[in-house]
Every structure is written in C-alpha cells, then in structure tokens.
C-alpha cells in the first residue's frame, strides 16, 4: 500500500483518468442537492451535503448577511473533502453536493480527498437563480447572497473534468446527462 501523499500526488489533476466521486457544485439555490440525491440515488452512492460540514459559526455569518471568505471556507472544504476520502477507504460510491466556487476549492477537494472527482456544474441565469433562491424557505443563506456567490464563481475551465447542467432541466433530464457524461469519462 502506497503513502496517502503518494496517492494524492498520483491523482493530480490528470483529467485522463477516471472520477472516482462526483461533486455537484454551483452557487446557492441552483439546486445542487437535489441533483446530487438524483445521481447518488442511480448510482447507489453515499450522498454527502456540504452544508451539514459547515461550523455553527460559518453558518450564523452567512445568515447574517455575511460572505465568507477563503479563510473562512478552507476548514470547511476540508471536512468535505474528508468525508468523501472516508467514505470511498470504506468502498462507498460518492455524490457531494457543494458549492465548489473557485478553481481553487475544486483542485483542494480533489488533493485533499486522494481520488478523482467529476463535477456536474448546475448552472443558469442570475434571474432564473435569483427567483429559485428567493423562494427557498428554512435555509441559512439568504438571498442576499447570490450576488456574491455569482462574484466568487469561478466557472469550469476547459482542462477541469467535468459538465455544465442547465438550471432549468428537469431533474431527471439533468440526472441522465450527468450520468451520461460520467459514463462516457469513466
């Protein structure tokens, strides 16, 4: 057995070889966790909600009004990263459904959690956003954040592995062709 930074090392960002979990990532309201239980659900996976791995603190800025900042979202995005590695050493399948805004965040996903991940950007207008998240109740972000959301966004570069679904797809639709291209880069 090779050394966990041996390991890492070895994943890279090589966007050749095959994904071994998939985030579903994209700004707030897009609707990410409704795709990623879709995917998970066909694909047998572990689903895994970002938002239960932010601290109490994380949470009561963002309600507040308050963006976070890189410092602020590292120690989250590395309890994410974590429970991915966690769940996959324990041979679960996994679909994470996190924000994943920069470039940055995804490459620290990928090197923190020792495999390959595929990302399934759900992604639409700042209309068609802003009218999804304004109707979402019982959630910590307000909609006043998505402006700052859409700012911090850093869309799929062409050498990152992974697919830009439409926001207003059906679930199922959007599910298939994630699915789709997972199959095709598996």
């Given amino acids: ?7 890492i090392a070895a ?8 994904a071994a979990a998939v985030v579903v990532m994209g700004v707030a309201g897009a609707g990410k966790s409704t795709l ?20 109490a603190e994380a949470k009561a800025q963002m ?3 308050i963006p976070l900042t890189d410092e602020d979202r590292w120690p989250w995005l590395g309890r994410v990263a974590a429970r ?11 679909v994470a459904s996190c924000s994943a805004l920069k470039r940055s965040y995804r490459e620290f996903l990928t090197r923190v959690s020792g495999t390959r991940l595929a990302f399934v950007h759900v992604h639409g ?3 068609e956003l802003a ?19 859409l700012v911090t966004l850093e869309p799929l570069a062409a050498d ?8 207003g797809l059906p679930v199922d639709d959007a599910a298939a062709r994630a699915l789709e291209f997972l199959r095709r880069h598996a």
């Fill in 36 to 55: 990623a239980v879709a995917i998970a659900d066909r694909l047998s996976a572990v689903f895994v909600e970002a938002d239960d791995l932010h601290s």
């Fill in 1 to 7: 057995m090779t050394d966990v930074t041996d390991q």
């Fill in 125 to 127: 207008s700042e209309a």
């Fill in 131 to 149: 009218e999804r998240i304004g109707h979402r109740t019982g959630h910590f972000m307000p909609a006043s954040m998505l402006a700052s959301q």
């Fill in 84 to 94: 991915v590695r966690d769940e996959l050493a324990m041979g679960h399948p996994v």
């Fill in 11 to 18: 994943y890279g960002t090589d966007v050749s070889a095959p």
């Fill in 160 to 167: 990152e592995r992974g697919i830009v679904v439409p926001l």
């Fill in 63 to 65: 309600a507040a009004g």
